[in-house]
């Protein structure tokens, strides 16, 4: 017999299913059909529905009402067509008809693997939990003997190092009567001076054109007119040759990653080079996604990417979890340490970035034994993607707070702690508070931050969240044109815009750090492992970061 | 707050002095404790000058510990001081067995390298100071030849009286003192300055705020004496040790690597490229809070330096053969009372006031324009 979910509705999801409900009212819509065409899901559609019509007419008016047949919306239940939540619809329709709704109670999880393929998605860890991070309070103020300084008009030093230093044994320094000199013959890595919150590496690529260069602006005119020293990671994916032979080079860190797109380019652009780039990190994992490469899906490899990246038009863009050109991780970093400086003449600090993971401080290790190692980048669970599995984001991963601090601590230990530097990265600024979360993060003992998903909320407006709104990055059909490749929707961000919002986000990041470090009586130098500084209000977070309980 | 008191001489005088200059700063001192350390000793150690001398306090159990395991290391006592409590007529209780005792090297010891002595000195005032930790039967301050540590809690007028500073002095012609202003309450003697490492002593005003990277700091050089930290203070005297000692620098760089310029005030130094470096290799040890420090180096020169904010008082004045470095004027006025007052000295933020063993002038390193200048 036949079974009769065939026949009828049975087989099909219920709204109730989905991760979010279209809330439309009838009476404010003037169906102008903005909604449907702005739905980047194709989630509602136009329908024809019978309506209950209530109307009063005459000098004695006595409501009369009809049913009859007319045009609204609706939302389908195919579950490749589920509504995202993203809004779009309420921020086109013209008289607030519509809405979409979080349903708590939804059933996604259960059915978005139809044809055995797992659900893929762009954005976060979907989770609300009040993250380590944001746990930590800075409680070392000074009252009495040592003062409070001004965050106003005291001159504060808001920099940290970005790459090798030297163990003081091995500083090359002559000693001639009563003064230092420089023996100018040794080699000394390169290390530059930068602001502590960097941006971290994402692709022009996985992000548009428009928000990939809204960014490069904001961080020039850091740079050049506001005196703050922000950089950028190219993310893998290259950059615009114009720009790599351009003067604002230097204020961009070149991403190399296993599929090592966009080298090609960059390699034949070194002769014509006017300044070194900030610094080449190499990326070994990412914190959103750990184990897996990167992820440019064929929707968004159109014209300009393929050029910028080499390849053709149209395919899938995976790179290997792993540099395969390599034995080990070991022989990887090793040598692409070592051949990358040599690429750049020793100008240029080569560092390794890596995801959060309980084998971080072995990694370290061997780091520190290399002299080439300019730093090392930890990328913990709440870091972003363009990109990937859900499980990958939802399950694996770890927390950057302790992993960050282990490996601070293991560096104290074996007295490295200047040597090295460590960048932490993975849900700095989440739930908006940049400045907080990264001076935290560098009392315990990081050299600085990256943000990533912080700049595409604060800055473009990115409407994705930890209840999984939107998280289209992935397909190119960001209805805000910040992970599209699609000109059609990617003119729906200004990249001027962009530009001033990046300015205005790290001149007010400056402006809190100082806030915080002010009443902590610290302005020439960072306080980077000032521990004493922090304090937490769960006995656990205490003893795991060593730092004091506070309630 | 903590008042400082230094004197420097070219002729004895007794830390009677330096206490009396405590009294004129009482307003910023509580007299919650004294710590003295006097070098370039006279009286009755002028002819003992290449003798270490331990200092510090035991009880008589501490005592007999103590002694067995400086005859086990060959130590021989060559001349024993002990103040004279039973004279004392005022409030304080006896700690135990006050002492500054002069010894003969180990025999093996007396012809080696000032190194290998150092070395020595060095891990038998650690291991006296392990043995007596649990129980506070044993407390050492400083194993060095040619310098007395004194301290105890109490006012520091009553505690000169205590150990009888004013009937039989020990005279020094340099001698640091520190009016202790309470600040926790649970009063350690470990966390009393003047602190002393290897020849470097070293006494602050001001809190650290930088303490604990720069405790971690040190403690990973490996190199052995890096331990206490009872006070955030301590740090100060491990700094200068470590670059004086152990990275060979010229005591005026002390200024760059507690305080450095910025990269944009650098460009009058001559050795700009090399304290460029130092400034990033030696990150950890900036001290960022409010600090005027008074050291010895090993030579015997003295120095003041103020914190890159300078947020703590200081003064210097006096006269050819007698400076006194204190954290007020009145301090001075009350060593000095004679003296051009125009060429005192008031170390501002690049400063590092210096002044050589004999005191005969000022010396005042300017960080920023990389000059040496001169007042006598």
């Known amino acids: 017999m036949e079974s009769k979910t065939r026949l009828d509705v049975n087989g099909q999801l219920t709204l109730k299913e989905l991760p979010y409900i279209i809330r439309w009212e009838s009476d404010k819509c003037t169906r102008c059909g903005q909604c449907t065409a702005v739905c980047p899901q194709k989630a509602i559609e136009p329908a024809v529905l019978v309506q209950r019509l209530v109307t009063s007419e005459g000098p004695m008016p006595l409501p009369q009402v009809v049913r009859q047949v007319g045009q609204g919306i609706k939302q389908v239940t195919d579950i490749e067509r589920y509504c995202v939540g993203c809004g779009m619809c309420s921020l086109v329709c013209p008289n607030d008809a519509i809405f979409p709704e979080y349903n708590e109670v939804n059933k996604f999880a259960f059915h978005k693997n139809q044809g055995g393929s797992p659900y893929k998605r762009g954005g976060r860890r979907n989770s609300t939990e009040v993250s380590t991070l944001d746990k930590l309070k800075f409680t070392r103020i000074s009252m009495l003997t040592d003062p409070a300084l001004d965050a106003g008009r005291h001159e504060f030093h808001i920099r940290t190092l970005l790459g090798r230093n030297l163990a003081p044994e091995e500083m090359p320094l002559i000693i001639k009567d009563d003064d230092l000199g420089l023996d100018e013959t040794v080699f000394i890595p390169p290390v530059r001076e930068i602001f502590p919150i960097r941006i971290g590496g994402m692709s022009f690529g996985a992000l548009s054109p428009n928000m990939w260069e809204g960014m490069a602006m904001g961080v020039a005119y850091l740079n050049e007119v506001e005196n703050i020293p922000v950089v950028m990671c190219t993310g893998e994916g290259g950059m615009p040759p114009r720009l790599l032979k351009s003067r604002f080079l230097k204020y961009f860190i070149l991403q190399i990653a296993s599929g090592y797109f966009g080298w090609d380019e960059i390699i034949h652009a070194i002769p014509h080079m006017k300044e070194d780039p900030a610094a080449i990190e190499i990326k070994y994992g990412q914190g959103a996604k750990p184990g897996d490469g990167g992820l440019l899906m064929a929707f968004k490899v159109l014209d300009l990417i393929a050029k910028v990246r080499g390849v053709p038009t149209k395919v899938d863009l995976a790179s290997p979890p792993t540099h395969q050109t390599k034995y080990s991780i070991e022989e990887a970093v090793a040598k692409m340490l070592t051949s990358m400086s040599m690429a750049f003449d020793f100008r240029v600090p080569v560092y390794p970035k890596i995801s959060g993971t309980k084998t971080a401080t072995a990694v370290l290790n061997n780091l520190a034994r290399n002299p080439f190692a300019a730093a090392l980048t930890i990328d913990g669970e709440d870091g972003g993607t363009g990109a990937a599995y859900n499980v990958s984001l939802e399950k694996t991963g770890h927390p950057i707070a302790s992993n960050l601090r282990e490996c601070y601590l293991n560096l104290v230990k074996i007295g490295k702690q200047n040597e090295l530097p460590l960048f932490a990265a993975g849900g700095v600024g989440k739930t908006g508070s940049l400045a907080a979360n990264a001076a935290a993060l560098i009392m315990l003992g990081a050299s600085g931050v990256d943000c990533g998903k912080y700049i595409m909320q604060a800055a473009a407006g990115c409407l994705g969240d930890e209840r999984n709104r939107c998280n289209l990055c992935n397909i190119g059909r960001c209805p805000k044109g910040i992970t599209a490749q699609d000109p059609r929707l990617y003119r729906r961000l200004d990249p001027d815009k962009v530009a001033e919002r990046v300015v205005d986000i790290f001149k007010a990041a400056d402006a809190e750090m100082k806030k915080i470090f002010a009443p902590m009586g610290r302005s020439t130098q960072l306080p980077i492992g000032m521990s004493d500084g922090l304090s937490v209000s769960e006995k656990a977070i205490a003893e795991q970061l060593d730092i004091s309980y506070a309630c | ?376």
């Open chain 2, 1 to 376: 707050m903590c008042r400082l008191s230094a004197i420097i001489s070219d002729s004895y005088f007794s830390p009677m002095e330096n206490i009396m200059a405590l009294e004129t700063m009482k307003e910023g001192h509580d007299g919650s404790g004294l710590g003295l350390v006097l070098r370039d000793l006279g009286g009755e150690f002028q002819g003992l000058k290449e003798f270490p001398i331990l200092s510090g306090i035991c009880s008589k159990e501490g005592l007999r510990v103590m002694d067995e395991y400086m005859v086990k290391l060959g130590f021989k006592t060559k001349h024993l001081w002990n103040p004279r409590i039973k004279d004392y007529q005022g409030n304080m209780k006896t700690r135990g067995f006050y002492f500054a005792r002069a010894y003969e090297f180990p025999e093996w010891a007396e012809e080696t390298s000032p190194e290998v002595q150092s070395e020595l000195l060095t891990k038998t005032r650690l291991e006296l100071r392990d043995m007596g930790k649990e129980d506070a039967s044993i407390i050492i301050f400083s194993f060095w030849p040619d310098l007395i540590t004194l301290k105890e809690v109490g006012d520091p007028l009553d505690v000169g009286l205590f150990f009888g500073l004013d009937k039989k002095p020990l005279l020094a012609k340099n001698i640091f003192a520190q009016g202790r202003q309470n600040t926790n309450y649970a009063i350690n003697l470990y966390a009393c300055h003047p602190f002393f490492i290897e020849g470097y002593t070293t006494m602050t005003n001001g809190e650290n705020t930088a303490f604990v990277p720069i405790r971690e700091f040190l403690t990973s050089r490996g190199v052995p004496g890096y331990v206490g930290y009872r006070s955030d203070s301590e740090v100060f005297c491990h700094i200068l040790h470590y670059m004086r000692k152990e990275l060979k620098f010229p005591l005026k760089y002390y200024k760059d690597v507690t305080t450095p310029l910025f990269d944009r005030e650098m460009d009058e130094r001559s050795d700009k490229t090399a304290i460029e470096l130092i400034k990033r290799v030696l990150r950890p040890l900036t001290i960022d809070g409010p600090n005027c420090t008074i050291g010895t180096d090993r030579n015997g020169t003295v120095f003041m330096t103020q914190d890159s904010k300078k947020l703590r008082p200081g003064a210097i004045g006096g006269v050819p053969g007698k400076y006194a470095l204190m954290s007020e004027i009145c301090g001075v006025d009350a060593v000095v009372p004679v003296r051009d007052r125009s060429k005192d000295v008031f170390p501002m933020k690049y400063d590092m006031a210096m002044i050589e063993k004999d005191a005969k002038e000022i010396k005042i390193w300017n960080q920023k324009h990389g000059s040496m200048s001169t007042v006598n």
